[in-house]
Protein backbone atom coordinates (compact mmCIF):
# COMPACT_ATOMS: atom_id res chain seq x y z
CA UNK A 1 0.00 0.00 0.00
CA UNK A 2 2.93 2.13 1.20
CA UNK A 3 4.78 1.51 -2.63
CA UNK A 4 1.43 2.98 -4.28
CA UNK A 5 1.64 6.03 -2.34
CA UNK A 6 5.43 6.37 -3.48
CA UNK A 7 4.84 6.22 -6.96
CA UNK A 8 1.98 8.21 -7.19
CA UNK A 9 3.79 10.98 -5.18
CA UNK A 10 6.55 10.14 -7.58
CA UNK A 11 4.44 10.95 -10.93
CA UNK A 12 3.23 13.79 -9.79
CA UNK A 13 6.88 15.57 -8.55
CA UNK A 14 7.87 14.43 -12.04
CA UNK A 15 4.54 16.31 -13.82
CA UNK A 16 5.67 19.43 -12.66
CA UNK A 17 8.82 19.92 -14.12
CA UNK A 18 7.39 18.53 -17.63
CA UNK A 19 4.42 20.93 -17.70
CA UNK A 20 6.80 23.72 -17.13
CA UNK A 21 9.76 23.03 -19.63
CA UNK A 22 6.67 22.73 -21.97
CA UNK A 23 5.39 26.21 -21.94
CA UNK A 24 9.50 27.04 -22.29
CA UNK A 25 9.70 25.97 -26.14
CA UNK A 26 7.42 28.46 -27.16
CA UNK A 27 3.48 26.44 -27.01
CA UNK A 28 2.64 28.34 -23.64
CA UNK A 29 0.60 25.41 -21.50
CA UNK A 30 -3.20 25.78 -22.52
CA UNK A 31 -5.19 27.24 -19.88
CA UNK A 32 -8.23 25.25 -18.68
CA UNK A 33 -11.21 25.98 -20.19
CA UNK A 34 -13.41 27.77 -17.25
CA UNK A 35 -16.53 25.04 -16.50
CA UNK A 36 -19.65 26.01 -17.65
CA UNK A 37 -23.08 25.16 -16.19
CA UNK A 38 -25.36 24.17 -19.07
CA UNK A 39 -29.34 25.23 -18.45
CA UNK A 40 -31.55 23.30 -17.87
CA UNK A 41 -33.15 23.66 -21.67
CA UNK A 42 -31.86 26.45 -24.14
CA UNK A 43 -35.09 28.13 -24.69
CA UNK A 44 -35.21 31.57 -27.11
CA UNK A 45 -37.06 34.31 -25.15
CA UNK A 46 -40.69 33.37 -25.41
CA UNK A 47 -40.74 30.26 -27.15
CA UNK A 48 -41.28 28.09 -23.69
CA UNK A 49 -43.97 30.25 -22.99
CA UNK A 50 -45.67 30.44 -26.37
CA UNK A 51 -45.25 26.79 -26.89
CA UNK A 52 -47.20 25.81 -23.63
CA UNK A 53 -49.86 28.63 -24.15
CA UNK A 54 -49.87 27.15 -27.77
CA UNK A 55 -51.19 23.76 -26.09
CA UNK A 56 -53.58 25.24 -23.71
CA UNK A 57 -55.01 27.77 -26.03
CA UNK A 58 -55.87 24.56 -28.57
CA UNK A 59 -57.03 22.18 -26.33
CA UNK A 60 -59.55 24.82 -24.28
CA UNK A 61 -60.90 25.82 -27.93
CA UNK A 62 -61.75 22.55 -29.54
CA UNK A 63 -62.81 20.40 -26.30
CA UNK A 64 -66.53 21.96 -25.41
CA UNK A 65 -66.25 19.55 -21.82
CA UNK A 66 -63.65 22.79 -20.95
CA UNK A 67 -65.43 25.21 -22.56
CA UNK A 68 -68.11 24.52 -21.69
CA UNK A 69 -69.31 25.09 -25.40
CA UNK A 70 -70.51 21.83 -27.30
CA UNK A 71 -69.73 22.13 -30.97
CA UNK A 72 -69.37 26.03 -31.19
CA UNK A 73 -66.81 27.79 -33.13
CA UNK A 74 -65.78 31.29 -31.49
CA UNK A 75 -65.46 33.61 -35.04
CA UNK A 76 -63.06 35.48 -32.94
CA UNK A 77 -60.75 34.68 -29.80
CA UNK A 78 -59.53 37.41 -27.92
CA UNK A 79 -57.11 36.81 -25.18
CA UNK A 80 -55.59 38.89 -22.32
CA UNK A 81 -51.99 40.47 -23.49
CA UNK A 82 -50.97 39.78 -19.59
CA UNK A 83 -50.87 36.22 -17.95
CA UNK A 84 -52.86 36.29 -14.56
CA UNK A 85 -51.77 34.49 -11.49
CA UNK A 86 -55.53 33.87 -10.59
CA UNK A 87 -57.08 33.41 -14.01
CA UNK A 88 -58.46 29.92 -13.11
CA UNK A 89 -60.55 30.72 -9.89
CA UNK A 90 -63.36 32.79 -10.24
CA UNK A 91 -63.07 34.08 -6.74
CA UNK A 92 -59.27 34.66 -6.09
CA UNK A 93 -57.34 37.36 -5.86
CA UNK A 94 -56.31 39.00 -9.42
CA UNK A 95 -53.39 40.58 -9.46
CA UNK A 96 -51.86 42.77 -12.06
CA UNK A 97 -50.75 40.62 -15.03
CA UNK A 98 -47.46 39.95 -16.31
CA UNK A 99 -47.47 41.25 -19.85
CA UNK A 100 -47.13 38.43 -22.69
CA UNK A 101 -43.89 39.93 -25.14
CA UNK A 102 -44.69 40.98 -28.48
CA UNK A 103 -42.64 37.58 -29.98
CA UNK A 104 -45.00 35.19 -27.84
CA UNK A 105 -48.00 36.80 -29.21
CA UNK A 106 -46.68 35.91 -32.55
CA UNK A 107 -46.16 33.06 -31.78
CA UNK A 108 -49.56 31.95 -30.53
CA UNK A 109 -51.32 33.46 -33.45
CA UNK A 110 -49.27 31.51 -36.04
CA UNK A 111 -49.98 27.97 -33.90
CA UNK A 112 -53.27 28.42 -33.71
CA UNK A 113 -54.02 29.71 -37.32
CA UNK A 114 -55.79 26.42 -38.07
CA UNK A 115 -57.56 26.46 -34.70
CA UNK A 116 -59.62 29.67 -34.71
CA UNK A 117 -58.22 33.24 -35.70
CA UNK A 118 -56.75 34.83 -32.11
CA UNK A 119 -56.44 38.38 -31.40
CA UNK A 120 -54.40 39.76 -28.82
CA UNK A 121 -56.36 42.61 -26.57
CA UNK A 122 -55.04 45.04 -23.52
CA UNK A 123 -58.66 46.08 -22.46
CA UNK A 124 -61.54 43.74 -21.89
CA UNK A 125 -64.05 46.13 -21.89
CA UNK A 126 -63.12 47.00 -25.51
CA UNK A 127 -64.92 43.40 -26.44
CA UNK A 128 -67.50 43.38 -24.16
CA UNK A 129 -71.39 44.79 -25.21
CA UNK A 130 -74.42 44.54 -23.24
CA UNK A 131 -77.29 43.26 -24.41
CA UNK A 132 -80.59 43.20 -21.80
CA UNK A 133 -78.51 43.74 -18.61
CA UNK A 134 -75.66 40.57 -20.09
CA UNK A 135 -72.20 41.41 -20.60
CA UNK A 136 -71.09 39.50 -23.30
CA UNK A 137 -67.98 39.34 -25.97
CA UNK A 138 -68.89 41.05 -29.16
CA UNK A 139 -69.60 38.95 -32.76
CA UNK A 140 -70.07 35.63 -30.93
CA UNK A 141 -66.32 35.27 -30.06
CA UNK A 142 -64.87 34.61 -26.44
CA UNK A 143 -62.55 36.56 -24.34
CA UNK A 144 -59.37 34.39 -23.10
CA UNK A 145 -57.14 35.09 -19.62
CA UNK A 146 -54.13 33.53 -19.56
CA UNK A 147 -52.74 32.32 -16.66
CA UNK A 148 -48.76 32.79 -15.64
CA UNK A 149 -46.98 29.65 -15.97
CA UNK A 150 -45.55 27.68 -13.19
CA UNK A 151 -43.14 24.68 -13.24
CA UNK A 152 -39.55 23.69 -14.65
CA UNK A 153 -39.04 22.92 -18.09
CA UNK A 154 -40.78 19.27 -17.94
CA UNK A 155 -43.94 19.87 -16.36
CA UNK A 156 -46.29 23.46 -15.41
CA UNK A 157 -49.37 24.22 -14.49
CA UNK A 158 -51.35 27.15 -16.41
CA UNK A 159 -54.73 28.38 -15.51
CA UNK A 160 -57.19 29.91 -17.73
CA UNK A 161 -60.86 31.50 -18.24
CA UNK A 162 -63.05 31.81 -21.17
CA UNK A 163 -65.98 34.35 -20.75
CA UNK A 164 -68.50 34.35 -23.43
CA UNK A 165 -71.49 35.87 -21.52
CA UNK A 166 -72.79 36.47 -18.24
CA UNK A 167 -74.15 32.59 -18.34
CA UNK A 168 -71.14 31.57 -20.08
CA UNK A 169 -67.70 31.55 -18.58
CA UNK A 170 -64.89 28.87 -17.48
CA UNK A 171 -62.64 28.31 -15.03
CA UNK A 172 -59.75 25.73 -14.76
CA UNK A 173 -56.37 24.80 -14.49
CA UNK A 174 -54.42 22.33 -17.34
CA UNK A 175 -51.68 20.25 -16.44
CA UNK A 176 -48.86 20.67 -19.75
CA UNK A 177 -45.77 18.23 -19.76
CA UNK A 178 -42.85 18.35 -21.77
CA UNK A 179 -42.52 15.09 -23.78
CA UNK A 180 -39.18 13.43 -25.09
CA UNK A 181 -40.28 13.88 -29.02
CA UNK A 182 -43.30 15.26 -28.99
CA UNK A 183 -42.87 18.36 -26.87
CA UNK A 184 -45.85 20.21 -24.66
CA UNK A 185 -49.20 18.80 -24.23
CA UNK A 186 -51.91 19.09 -22.02
CA UNK A 187 -51.63 15.68 -19.74
CA UNK A 188 -54.72 16.71 -17.92
CA UNK A 189 -56.16 19.53 -15.20
CA UNK A 190 -55.70 20.20 -11.69
CA UNK A 191 -57.86 21.82 -8.81
CA UNK A 192 -61.04 23.22 -8.94
CA UNK A 193 -63.18 23.90 -12.20
CA UNK A 194 -66.04 26.10 -12.03
CA UNK A 195 -68.82 26.69 -14.84
CA UNK A 196 -71.06 29.96 -14.69
Known sequence: MRRVWVIAMLAGTLAGPVASTAGCAGNPPAAPEPAREEPAADWPAGLREAEIYGQVLSRFLTTPA??????????TVYVLDQAHPGAGDPVGEHERGTPLAPNTQHRIVTALADVAPVAFITDPEAVIERRDGCPQVRDGGILITLGTVDGDDNQARVP?????????????????????????????????????
Open 160 to 196: INGFVACLGATWLTYVVRNEAGFGWRVTGTTGTRAIA
Open 66 to 75: DNSFPERAFT
